[in-house]
């Protein structure tokens, strides 16, 4: 049996939508984070970050996993943003992208014995997960970083 | 992708909260709005403005770049965009000319594309962000159909009239 660290990201007005990153993917957190909205884009990732000389597209994923009830909604209240790396593909450059987060992630150490299926309260999990496990509160997602950032979620 | 080094002005153009920023050369001139003729329009426009003889289009966009069907009141100045067929008038409540030096300019992030958007990149001017376009792409958000190409043969032999910075 091998483990490997995760952190347990949290989103949404409630805090009632959870995922996970590699420990290494996440590299800065901003607790009071100052992000610029940018008119004329999708309703899940209006905002910018400008960080270490990058601009940094940030994403609310608990809009996009829910668009079909936000679409009209105003955005959900944010608190702090995480900066994430990723890469497309083995030998492609480093690229960053920020997630709105309702409260700090939560460091955890998660076992092989611990896959489980996706959760259904969105069906969206699909397209932005390549694992799932879960914990004591339930199923959490593991976010595939280069799909999330993609432009596949622009169009969907 | 202009880069952030590179030379020039850009002119600022202000829709609401949103702030457009265009290459200077994509501006041909800056019109008052009131000079703008609302009784006629082409299809899709809400005026026209007469500009060295020629007649052109007149549009307006909200602050989320989608064209608007009436004028708002705030809306005091006419850009006149040269697009590749010719020129149209866009309504903005201000216009700015910018020095390029020291502004940083990025594309825009792919997560943040949407098909046939006139957005093209991210300006950051320090006070906030503003939305790096162009006259073709404000062309398309606006839907300019057709602009005629006598008034755009006309317009070639003047000479390109400085963009005027609005009093803050």
């Not at chain 2, 041909?28 to 426009?45: F, H, I, K, N, T």
């Not at chain 2, 064209?67 to 903005?92: D, K, M, T, Y």
């Not at chain 2, 502004?103 to 957005?119: C, E, I, Q």
Request: glycine content about 8%; overall charge negative.
């Amino acid at each position: 049996m091998s483990s490997a660290g995760a952190w347990v990201l949290t989103f949404g007005d409630f805090g009632g939508v959870r995922a996970a990153v590699g420990v290494r993917e996440q590299v800065h957190l901003m607790l009071e984070p100052e992000a610029a909205e940018v008119a004329g884009t999708p309703a899940h990732c209006r905002h910018v970050i400008f960080w270490n000389g990058r601009c940094v597209p940030v994403m609310d994923l608990s809009r996009w996993l829910d668009a079909v009830t936000t679409a009209t909604a105003p955005p959900n209240r944010r608190r702090h943003l995480g900066v994430y790396a990723y890469q497309t593909e083995a030998n492609a450059a480093v690229e960053f992208g920020a997630l709105w987060l309702a409260r700090p992630p939560q460091r955890i150490e998660v076992d092989d014995e611990a896959a489980a299926s996706l959760p259904m309260d969105s069906a969206r999990w699909a397209d932005v997960a390549s694992a799932c496990f879960t914990d004591a509160a339930g199923a959490v997602p593991v976010l595939d970083l280069s799909r999330v950032f993609s432009g596949a979620l622009a169009g969907a | 992708m202009d880069g952030p080094s590179h030379s020039g002005h850009l002119v600022l153009l202000h829709f609401g909260r949103t702030r457009v920023a265009l290459a200077q050369r994509a501006v041909r001139s800056l019109e008052a709005a009131v000079d703008a003729d609302y009784s006629v329009a082409a299809p899709g426009a809400l005026g026209a403005i007469v500009v060295a003889g020629a007649s052109w289009p007149v549009y307006a966009l909200d602050e989320e770049l989608k064209r608007l069907h009436n004028v708002p009141r705030e809306r005091r100045i006419c850009a006149l965009l040269a697009a590749e067929h010719g020129l149209f008038g866009v309504l903005c409540d201000e216009a700015q000319v910018l020095a390029r030096q020291n502004l940083s300019a990025y594309p825009l992030p792919v997560a943040m594309r949407r098909k046939g958007s006139a957005l093209e990149g991210v300006l950051n001017i320090g006070t906030g962000v503003a939305v790096l376009s162009s006259a073709r792409g404000l062309a398309f958000a606006v839907g300019v159909a057709e602009v005629t190409k006598a008034g755009a043969d006309e317009l070639q032999s003047e000479p390109l009239s400085e963009p005027q910075s609005e009093p803050q």
